[in-house]
């Protein structure tokens, strides 16, 4: 079974400085990574994710994403972030062997960007 | 850009009702899912349905609970009869493919069962 833990259920920060948003996640098998992102009475949309090859993913608004096997991790990182950024931040894992590409869920972060 | 729409936006229901949940996926779409989110809690997957049959679901997915996609278009989520606790968000989503392909989420159905 796959389970994925964010550690920060809220994280406040001002506009332009830097942020961290930490996930882990245990699986026995490989597994695809992915984040999502809810804004206010919107649904979740994907921010980027890991397949396979290099452990640095992007997205196209700045947010960075390290796959780190060794620690489990796929922590998501933005230098400088923008009061647009403030939303629910979902980190989630899909099996990618027998499941029909089942997502399981941590349990969210709100980001919240102050001016 | 085509989306996941989702009606209605909320649903209030009485305990023991049954409700429907309709969803409108992308529209070369296969794969199907229906997501929940109970209040405070995370979002949890329910059931995929791929060549209009079920291919995965969860633990919650009991028989009070059934998926269809009647017309080629929509894809439906049937709770025969509500208990409390299945208030939550309901999420439908689509997607091209299974493992690797990014699954697209509708904007969640609020339901309130009283």
């Known amino acids: 079974a796959q389970s994925v833990t964010q550690l920060d259920s809220q994280v406040p920060v001002f506009?332009?400085?830097?942020?961290?948003?930490?996930?882990?996640?245990?699986?026995?098998?490989?597994?695809?990574?992915?984040?999502?992102v809810q804004y206010p009475n919107q649904g979740l949309q994907l921010l980027l994710k890991y397949l396979s090859g290099s452990t640095l993913v992007e997205s196209i608004n700045g947010f960075e994403a390290e796959f780190n096997k060794?620690?489990?991790?796929?922590?998501?990182?933005?230098?400088?972030?923008h009061i647009s950024d403030t939303a629910e931040y979902f980190c989630a894992v899909s099996d990618s062997g027998t499941s029909y590409g089942k997502l399981t869920f941590?349990?969210?972060?709100?980001?919240?960007?102050?001016? | 850009e085509p989306e996941v729409t989702q009606t209605p936006s909320h649903q209030v229901t009485q305990m023991g009702q049954e409700v429907i949940l309709r969803c409108v996926p992308?529209?070369?779409?296969?794969?199907?899912?229906?997501?929940?989110?109970?209040?405070?809690q995370k979002v949890e997957f329910l059931v995929s349905f791929y060549n209009n049959e079920i291919s995965e679901k969860s633990e919650i997915f009991d028989d009070q609970?059934?998926?269809?996609?009647?017309?080629?278009?929509?894809?439906?989520?049937?709770?025969?009869?509500?208990k409390l606790e299945d208030s939550a968000m309901y999420f439908?989503?689509?997607g091209q493919a299974s493992y690797q392909e990014t699954q697209y989420f509708g904007p969640g159905t609020r339901l309130l069962v009283l």
């Open chain 2, 65 to 82: 609970f059934s998926v269809e996609r009647p017309d080629g278009s929509n894809f439906t989520l049937k709770i025969r009869s509500t």
């Open chain 1, 70 to 81: 060794s620690q489990t991790s796929f922590h998501l990182r933005k230098p400088s972030v």
């Open chain 2, 26 to 40: 992308i529209s070369n779409h296969l794969y199907f899912y229906w997501y929940r989110q109970i209040l405070g």
């Open chain 1, 106 to 115: 941590g349990q969210g972060t709100i980001l919240t960007v102050h001016p």
């Open chain 1, 15 to 36: 506009e332009e400085a830097p942020v961290e948003l930490r996930c882990n996640y245990s699986s026995s098998v490989s597994v695809y990574l992915f984040w999502y």
């Open chain 2, 92 to 94: 439908c989503a689509s």
